[in-house]
């Protein structure tokens, strides 16, 4: 009020008082003219479309935290999904002058984050797998399967919902910036310096890597947004990691099929990318398949690694889903060709056929502790531990703590935003297996509700095996063998006329 926008003494945000013009705010944005959202999308798809990325992250964050929806599809929402009554603001008020802070943290779950971080800096923390996801309503050239928003698809629909309330993204209006919004909170506000007993105030943070996601296309080149379940351009990616580099970093997406794979795949690394993701399961890509052979030469000759979802696919699978092309062994096409594989989850869910012995079924997760444990492979094959608190995950964290001979291969991840799904994330499962207590789990629940994206990661420092394994605080830290990026060659001419043929939805 008052006329004033001074900077919120809590955190970077600028204070609400900057919102207060109508003439400048809609549904909680701010935005660098009057222009409505609407506008704005039109406007900032039609520049997209004429050959250069405008979409701004920077220029449409929200400045508070969504109004919570209403109605029984949220309430269910919310229950499922992110069940939190506190933001990660919240932790600690910065606000009184000549005090100290003020932590709203149990002294027990204030302990369990000196525990997780008592051989590791914030700073130095690495996340590999963030997901980025938008329903394309503000230009941002995302795009989610029309299945995903319809009752006509009741289980979709309501699955979406779900994974959008972890995400903290209410409604289907202005998707796309409630979710970047809150992400950025997260990591923003992410482990407070005071709590560590540093002597500085504020807070520390790492590292995020956000994945773009390609498209299906058709081995002829044909892209098929109607087996596309999920699709984030590369430029979206290229812009985070552009507007706010302390925090992000992009991994791009590109697949194999598509007529113009090479080209992209340059367009990526020139624009800093070291990483691409794959999920071949809803990507439809077969990675044995001899088409992919000049794109795994061009990956090697650009020191490119690729991030490749192994196992099966509960998630995104509206559009398309074929779990056998998740099967571990598949991964020797790339690996074969010498280039660097991260095995996202460790391949910690479902069943596969062993095609290196007569067919016959076995989990996936032995076929990945396999092939790790290949020589060839030693200097290869990576692995994420991404989502391995997952309810049905669980019995595999245990077995890769006890997998201490790969741990110098493994690297974190949080898949986010999975651990943020209530429904999905069980530390009851983790105290019934031993690798958390009880007293660990009241204060890891109790950290979720401020900040999952912290919950994630002191789950996995915390996690003890069954005769005190741990995961080393290296797996935490960016790996020597595995860059998560590299300089960055594109003149601003050149980044501005990257092609955004990929980034319609038509």
Same mark, same amino acid.
């Given at each position: ?186 990591? $923003? &506000?992410? %482990?407070? @310096? ?9 807070? #520390?943070?790492?590292?995020?890597? /956000? ?101 099966? $696919? &509960?998630? %995104?699978? @509206? ?9 571990? #062994?598949?991964?020797?096409?790339? /690996? ?106 009241? @204060? ?63």
């Amino acid at each position: 009020g008052g006329g004033t926008c001074p900077e919120c003494p809590r955190c970077s945000w600028l204070s609400s008082c900057m919102a207060s013009n109508d003439s400048a705010r809609e549904g909680g944005t701010l935005s660098s003219d009057a222009t409505s959202e609407e506008d704005a999308s039109t406007t900032t798809t039609t520049d997209a479309q004429a050959g250069g990325y405008t979409w701004s992250v920077r220029e449409r964050r929200l400045t508070a935290p969504p109004q919570r929806g209403r109605g029984l599809l949220s309430l269910i929402a919310k229950k499922a999904g992110g069940n939190f009554s506190r933001e990660p603001e919240d932790v600690v008020d910065y606000t009184a002058p000549g005090t100290a802070p003020l932590c709203n943290l149990s002294p027990e779950c204030q302990a369990i984050l000196r525990e997780a971080f008592s051989d590791l800096a914030p700073t130095e923390v690495v996340d590999y797998h963030v997901h980025i996801v938008g329903h394309g309503d503000s230009g941002s050239g995302c795009h989610l399967h029309s299945s995903t928003k319809t009752w006509l698809h009741p289980v979709k629909r309501l699955k979406s919902a779900i994974f959008m309330a972890a995400a903290q993204v209410p409604d289907m209006d202005n998707g796309d910036v409630q979710y970047i919004s809150r992400l950025l909170r997260l990591v $923003e &506000h992410y %482990v407070p @310096a005071h709590v560590l007993n540093e002597t500085s105030t504020g807070y #520390l943070h790492g590292k995020i890597c /956000l994945l773009a996601f390609d498209a299906y296309y058709e081995k002829d080149g044909r892209k098929n947004m109607d087996k596309t379940t999920l699709y984030v351009p590369n430029e979206y990616a290229y812009q985070c990691a552009k507007e706010f580099p302390d925090m992000c970093v992009a991994v791009g997406s590109v697949n194999p099929y598509r007529g113009d794979a090479i080209q992209e795949l340059e367009n990526c690394a020139a624009n800093g990318v070291a990483i691409i993701k794959w999920l071949p399961n809803s990507m439809g890509i077969n990675p044995k398949d001899q088409e992919c052979i000049p794109f795994y030469e061009k990956l090697k000759e650009l020191g490119m690694a690729l991030l490749i979802h192994v196992g099966d $696919e &509960h998630t %995104v699978n @509206a559009g398309f889903i074929d779990d056998s092309l998740g099967n571990p #062994l598949l991964l020797r096409g790339p /690996l074969d060709h010498g280039v660097k594989v991260i095995a996202a989850h460790c391949a910690s869910e479902g069943k596969c056929r062993d095609i290196d012995n007569q067919n016959q079924v076995v989990e996936c997760f032995d076929m990945f502790l396999r092939l790790m444990r290949e020589d060839k492979y030693k200097d290869l094959l990576f692995g994420d531990i991404s989502a391995i608190t997952a309810f049905k995950r669980v019995v595999y964290l245990r077995r890769l703590l006890e997998a201490t001979d790969i741990h110098d291969r493994l690297m974190y991840g949080s898949d986010y935003p999975v651990p943020a799904i209530n429904l999905v994330v069980s530390t009851k499962k983790m105290v019934r297996y031993g690798i958390v207590s009880q007293a660990q789990r009241a @204060a890891l629940n109790e950290l979720y509700n401020f900040n999952p994206l912290v919950f994630d990661l002191a789950c996995k420092r915390l996690a003890r095996g069954p005769n005190g394994e741990a995961f080393p605080p290296a797996v935490f830290k960016a790996h020597p063998k595995l860059p998560i990026q590299q300089p960055i060659v594109a003149s601003p001419s050149t980044d501005a006329s990257l092609s955004m043929a990929g980034a319609t939805n038509s």
